[in-house]
Each structure stands twice: as C-alpha cells, then as structure tokens.
C-alpha cells in the first residue's frame, strides 16, 4: 500500500529553527510538494521536490532523498504566523497526491 | 495566475436538502480537478478527480450518487451533496492541477467551503 508518515505534532520557539520530517512509500514518484495549511483554510504551496538535494526558498527549504524515500521541510527564524499544520504530499505513477496526515506546528514566545 | 475560486465559502442547511459547491479556475483552463474532503485535525482526503467532459472518477468508498460531480466546462467543477445528513459536515475543498507550460504538477487549491448539516 501507499503510506506517507510525519509527525503529529511538535513545538519550537519563536526565532528558532525547526525540521519537520517526512517518509515515504509510494506506487512510483512524480514529485513531493509541502503545503501549509492554517485552520479552517485551505492548503497554500510551499515547495516541491522531484531531484535529490535541498531547495531554498526564503525561510523555508525542502530536502529530498528518492533513494531514502525522505525528505524535510526546514523553517528558519520562525515567526509566531507559522503556527500551522504541514503537509506532505507524493505524486505518485497515476500523477494522483498522496497526503500525509500532516503536522501541526505549535510556535511558542 | 493560477487562481481557484470556490462558492459558497460557508453553508448551513438542513438535513435532507442539496448543496451545490461550485470551484472555478479563474486565469486558467483546468481539464483535471481534484474534489476532497477534511474532517477536523485530520489530513485531506480525496474523494473524486473530475475531468472535463467526461464522467468523475470516484475514490473508493464514495457514493457517487450522493456527491454529484459536473465538469461541463474547463474551468467550472460542481460537487452536489445530496440530501445531505449531519455526518456529511466537513471542510469540501477542490484542487485543480496547473496547466501544462508550468514547471511541475502542482495543485492549486480552492478556499474551501465549510458544510454544516442541522
């Protein structure tokens, strides 16, 4: 079957750095994307990854191993609006996203 | 570019009635767009791709008599809940993925409407 894993839950200081990681396995791969979603809104578009490596992008970078089926989203100098839940996502062989359960990140003062 | 709309972005009504929720593609034609559904603190969950001109593809489990999927054109989706009941209230959102000339397959997703059933 097709599973994505992340964490729950987890909780980091404003200002500070924080990983958030995701694993996979999936029928093919076309691509991981990382949305952020705040309650009650609809998922926006962080990033995507379809070649091994890191990819920056202002605060936020994305990493991915295809061989390791992994990959992270790192957010730097976080600010009290990143308070949200993360989701990671696979486009796997049908070209149809497989979403993780996704994370909720708590930032605390 | 690459906005979706979704209408309406709230809606209450009583058990039995239909809902119709409509999701366009405001700046572009969107063959393909993705219907899910979210329960509270959980992930989303794909319930049908709608491709335009053709019949939906539902996921299993979702009774496609009951959520009712027109794609009459390329940039206007409807999901139609019919005679709705309380377990049918969520968070509907639709998703239409990026045209071709985009760098990848990314999904831009709609504002989501929020179904409450009395």
């Known amino acids: 079957g097709q599973n994505i894993d992340q964490p729950t839950e987890m909780t980091a200081t404003e200002g500070a750095i924080v990983q958030i990681n995701c694993t996979y396995q999936?029928?093919?791969?076309?691509?991981l994307f990382w949305y952020q979603q705040h309650a009650g809104e609809a998922p926006t578009f962080l990033s995507y990854n379809v070649l091994d490596g890191l990819e920056e992008k202002g605060r936020f970078s994305s990493f991915l191993s295809r061989s390791k089926g992994y990959s992270y989203l790192l957010l730097k100098e976080l600010q009290m609006k990143d308070s949200a839940s993360y989701l990671c996502?696979?486009?796997?062989?049908?070209?149809?996203?497989?979403w993780g359960a996704g994370t909720k990140l708590i930032i605390k003062p | 570019g690459a906005v979706v709309s979704q209408h309406p972005s709230r809606v209450i009504c009583k058990s039995g009635t239909s809902v119709k929720i409509e999701c366009r593609s405001l700046d572009f034609q969107a063959t393909t767009m993705f219907w899910y559904r979210q329960f509270p603190k959980q992930s989303l969950m794909l319930m049908a791709t709608?491709?335009?001109?053709?019949?939906?593809?539902?996921e299993q489990g979702v009774e496609k008599d009951k959520f009712l999927i027109n794609h009459a054109s390329l940039t206007l989706s409807t999901l139609t809940v019919t005679s709705a009941h309380p377990e049918d209230s969520s968070f509907y959102i639709c998703?239409?993925?990026?045209?071709?000339?985009?760098?990848?397959?990314?999904?831009?997703f709609g504002p989501g409407t929020r179904l409450t059933v009395l």
């Open positions: 999936t029928s093919g791969f076309n691509g």
């Open positions: 996502a696979v486009l796997d062989s049908n070209y149809q996203l497989i």
């Open positions: 998703s239409a993925r990026v045209p071709s000339g985009f760098d990848h397959n990314e999904q831009f």
């Open positions: 709608s491709n335009e001109g053709s019949k939906a593809t539902y």
